[in-house]
């Protein structure tokens, strides 16, 4: 009986082979015929999956009588004989990623690709190049590319059309359910700390911000200065950061197309001032008016209203 492995014991490398239907290929040495004249017995190596292997040796075992090296295949050799239903597969992601966590959910996809890319498909790749000349013409395509400057007509091997002819069209059906999954999971966890970490945000400027200066759009444009590191909150109000000591026009800017953006409102001036701790902020508007010179700066605060 072969040895058998429940759901979570599986490593990242066999759930990958499972879902690939690609059974890793296992080497074993055995003995080709007992030589006890000379120091050492000739020794042959064997590769094969477990089903390859399994075949091998029941046939040594019934020409010789010994059972060694089938018993070991057998207590040894995971047989990738495990079939794996879409809740199975859930499962055993919930589990490997402790509940979907999000930098373990990065790791195991890392993984899982990992040994896609640079293993299973190169095990693919093998299985096709070790065809007969006859049988890879079938899966030749031709094309037009150039040898020595010349153009020419180029036949090379579809491997993408040989994988689907010889391991089936779903044959990375699976697979790609495994990485959706995981991907849906870190997209969701990402929105939801952005979303949580927004909502706590405007729930700070709801106290921050006092009477008129309280208002959706404030609280919409006042936090995203706060995520680019334009405005810093401080014990009792805000500070503006962007331009040093120059940034008082700037701020009169971004208050402008915060509080006036059809240029028909009366910007709570006042009020400004309390929350930023600078005095005539009216002053700073002006100047923008009046400004004969383009001001390169207003390009990223604009990007701010994108």
């Not at 079938?138 to 180029?154: A, F």
């Not at 966890?189 to 759009?217: C, F, G, P, V, Y």
């Amino acid at each position: 009986m072969a040895m058998k492995k429940g759901l979570y014991d599986l490593t990242i490398e066999e759930f990958t082979r499972l879902l690939c239907d690609m059974p890793k290929p296992y080497t074993l040495e055995m003995k080709t015929f007992p030589c006890s004249h000379l120091e050492n017995d000739n020794k042959e190596t064997i590769k094969g999956t477990y089903e390859q292997l399994y075949d091998v040796f029941t046939d040594v075992k019934y020409k010789t009588n010994d059972s060694t090296l089938i018993d070991y295949v057998k207590n040894n050799l995971f047989d990738y004989n495990l079939s794996l239903s879409i809740l199975d597969i859930y499962n055993y992601l919930d589990k490997i990623t402790n509940n979907f966590e999000i930098d373990r959910c990065r790791i195991v996809l890392d993984e899982l690709d990992m040994w896609h890319t640079m293993v299973i498909n190169e095990e693919r790749i093998n299985i096709v190049n070790s065809l007969s000349s006859n049988e890879r013409e079938y899966y030749k395509i031709k094309s037009i590319g150039y040898i020595n400057n010349e153009k020419q007509t180029v036949y090379s091997i579809n491997y993408v059309d040989a994988y689907s002819k010889i391991f089936g069209f779903a044959y990375d059906f699976s697979y790609n359910e495994v990485i959706n999954i995981l991907k849906s999971k870190i997209k969701l966890s990402l929105n939801t700390n952005a979303n949580n970490k927004e909502s706590t945000l405007q729930k700070e400027l709801n106290t921050i911000l006092q009477s008129e200066l309280n208002t959706d759009r404030a609280r919409k444009y006042i936090a995203k200065a706060i995520e680019a590191n334009y405005i810093k909150k401080r014990d009792k109000g805000l500070q503006w950061l962007f331009g040093g000591n120059r940034g008082k026009v700037r701020l009169g800017y971004f208050i402008q197309k915060v509080y006036c953006p059809n240029h028909t409102e009366t910007i709570p001036e006042k009020g400004i001032n309390a929350l930023f701790g600078v005095d005539r902020i009216g002053s700073a508007i002006s100047q923008i008016v009046n400004a004969k010179k383009p001001q390169k700066w207003k390009a990223e605060i604009d990007k701010l209203f994108e």
